[in-house]
Nanobody, 123 residues
């Protein structure tokens, strides 16, 4: 069992930056971020695969968000710049403890989830 704890959410203005952190209690193969806005489904944001350090992003955040982390510390970060009101959502950290053949952009490719942290961007 791996527990994930997110931190770093908050209320910011459009154009501001925010950094989210997620600490895992055990070893993981990949760690990602998803988000869910009110009335919408959970959507993929970004992922980092520790082996090789490969990253992948949703088109909506490319060029604005950066995922990074420290595999030795089982910690992943999401640096969010140029935030927009449409980025408002609950952000969830997710972990995969097995290698998968996909791109880690689907919910079912993850084994554990955090409880989420709220990010609100005002216009």
């Amino acid at each position: 069992q791996v527990q994930l704890v997110e931190s770093g959410g908050g209320l910011v203005q459009s154009g501001d930056s925010l950094r989210l952190s997620c600490a895992a209690s055990g070893r993981t193969y990949a760690m990602g971020w998803f988000r869910q806005a009110p009335g919408k489904g959970r959507e993929f944001v970004a992922v980092i695969v520790w082996s090789g350090g490969n990253t992948n992003y949703a088109d909506s955040v490319k060029g604005r968000f950066t995922i990074s982390g420290d595999n030795a510390k089982n910690t992943v970060y999401l640096q969010m710049n140029s935030l927009k009101p449409e980025d408002t959502a609950v952000y969830y950290c997710a972990a995969s403890v097995f290698p998968r053949s996909g791109r880690y952009n689907r919910n079912l490719e993850y084994d554990y989830w955090g409880r989420g942290t709220q990010v609100t961007v005002s216009s």
